[in-house]
């Protein structure tokens, strides 16, 4: 028996590769598949089927295409309904991979179809269950992405706390549980760091599985649910109705362009110029109204929060040699426009006398003089609303990066704006869009909130925790 978790985690996002007697089967598959296909290969094994636990919000998976290129059998749970060939599983149907027995668990809540899958070993002792968003570590999957007229959040909680005490809680303490995503996801609200554990562990520490009745159950797993990203209800009707092959995607993606086709093409199109190198590099020089999201950081889930077209099409600023990388996790997130990339990168740009534009990033020292020498400036903190409520600087206003393009109407683009977040990640993201929409006096501080309270900045100048702005 073999249980290998591949875990990815600029998507915080955990897949399965299970085999036994020449035979394998993937669970919740990210969208690029020639990894599963070499291992299985390697291993000398057949790809027999792919489990789907739901129907993902957070990514696009890979299921349409590794059935096609491995002949495996696409399996979804009860409820399901696909535009594309899938069989879907009753609840208790078992599926055989070598010696090894797969039991299907309907375990609505996160989703109707949600589905558990059982593993039990050679010896038929119950091993694992692979959770998909119905349990994580320390958390369970927010109940408010299925919702409908007839269904509420609520609704949808209680379905998640009858699934759990049904199916879940009755296996055996021993049992390791494997679930879809860890920390850093947005499809629950508290994961831990970790991205497995013992079932038994999981009853003592998950402040969902030690809910006394349905009515806390409920109130605890809903409080504090921020609104999901703008793109997952696009992925979740890509998941259900197929896309286009990740093989196409690079085919149209994977062109070099040198810099006066980019910008032709650029100008022609409307396409949207993404730049992903590192923040500060970034800083230095960019091509003007271009937008900074850095491979280094949480791309995939940012472009899918900010970009609000999926079908946007896409020229790309890499590193030399990342280009293939970022259409990838483009791809994951459902973004298949990418129609070229600058050839030689920004260099090339310089090299041939075209227009730069630069964002001004200071330290947190020198921010800290800006702070002292004047009696009020504009500064914007675009951490997420829970970071800001626990400790932030005084008289800095939350405006977090996920609702940019709601808050950035009421700033005036005559004033002078520093922005920071954690560590300089998002607002370098932040800075980036506001200078394509014409606030020119925009001011990063490097380093962010963490480099920010090192200084010599008073004690007294921090709120902890206060009300957000």
Sequence with gaps: MKIEQIYTGCLAEAAYYIESNGEAAIIDPLREVTPYLNKAEQNGATIKYIFETHFHADFVSGHIDLAEKSGATIIYGPTAKTDFKSHIARDGEQFKIGQLTITTLHTPGHTLESTTYLLTDEDGRDYCIFTGDTLFIGDVGRPDLAQNGDLT????????????????????????????????????????????????????????????????????????????????????????????????????????????????????????????????????????????IGLNGQFAPWVGALITDLKQEILLITDAGKEEEAITRLARVGYDNTIGYLKGGIAAWEASCKEIDSVSSISAAQFEAAVIAVDHLNALDVRKPGEYETEHLENTLTRPLDYINEWTRALNPQETYYIHCAGGYRSMIAASILKSRGFENIIDVAGGYEAIKATGLKKTDFACPSKAL
């Design 153 to 292: 959040v609520d609704d949808l909680a209680g379905l998640l706390y009858d699934s759990l005490t049904a199916k879940i809680k009755p296996l055996a303490d021993d049992v390791i549980v494997y679930p879809a995503h860890g920390a850093g996801s947005a499809c629950g609200k508290s994961m831990s760091k970790e991205t497995s554990d013992t079932l038994g562990h999981q009853k003592q520490v998950n402040y969902a599985l030690r809910a006394s009745s349905k009515e806390q159950f409920i109130k605890e797993v809903t409080d504090g649910i921020l609104p999901p990203p703008q793109y997952f209800a696009k992925n979740v009707a890509m998941n259900k109705g197929g896309y286009e092959s990740i093989d196409d995607v690079y085919k149209k993606g994977l062109i070099a362009l040198d810099p006066q086709a980019f910008e032709n093409i650029a100008n022609q199109t409307g396409a949207l110029v993404l730049d992903t190198r590192d923040p500060q590099v970034f800083a230095k020089a960019f091509i003007p109204n271009s937008i900074n």
